[in-house]
């Protein structure tokens, strides 16, 4: 059974940092793009980060650039998302995800979602 498991949400005061994990089992990590979305309410889901199967790429939504550093470790099945220098417009709820593809593809299938973990920053 596929499982991606969002952990490490919370509230925060802006300025401040968080760690999001994402807990993988069922599927082979270590052949996916894995990536970090975000959907804040009334707001479409965005992209925030990917990083590539071997990790060696990493790619970033613009606002989030300098501040969000995503990362992976396939021995452990997990994906990590260091927030730091929080602004109340980073609050959303977010999802980890694999993709089957190239993160860079424009159509890439990200087939398996996590149910998401509620970041809120408060001013």
């Not at 793009?33 to 309410?41: E, Y």
């Not at 990917?50 to 613009?62: C, H, K, Q, V």
Request: hydrophobic share 35%.
């Amino acid at each position: 059974q596929v499982q991606l498991v969002e952990s490490g949400g919370g509230s925060v005061q802006a300025g401040g940092s968080l760690r999001l994990s994402c807990a993988a089992s069922g599927f082979s990590l270590a052949w996916y793009c894995m990536a970090w979305f975000r959907q804040a309410p009334g707001k479409e889901r965005e992209e925030v980060a990917s990083i590539s199967p071997a990790g060696g790429s990493a790619y970033y939504l613009d606002s989030v650039k300098g501040r969000f550093t995503i990362a992976r470790d396939n021995a452990k099945r997990a994906l990590y998302l260091q927030m730091i220098s929080l602004k109340p417009e980073d609050t959303a709820i977010y999802y980890c995800a694999a993709g089957a593809g190239r993160c860079t593809d424009e159509d890439i299938d990200y087939k398996y979602w996590g149910q998401g973990t509620q970041v809120t920053v408060s001013s």
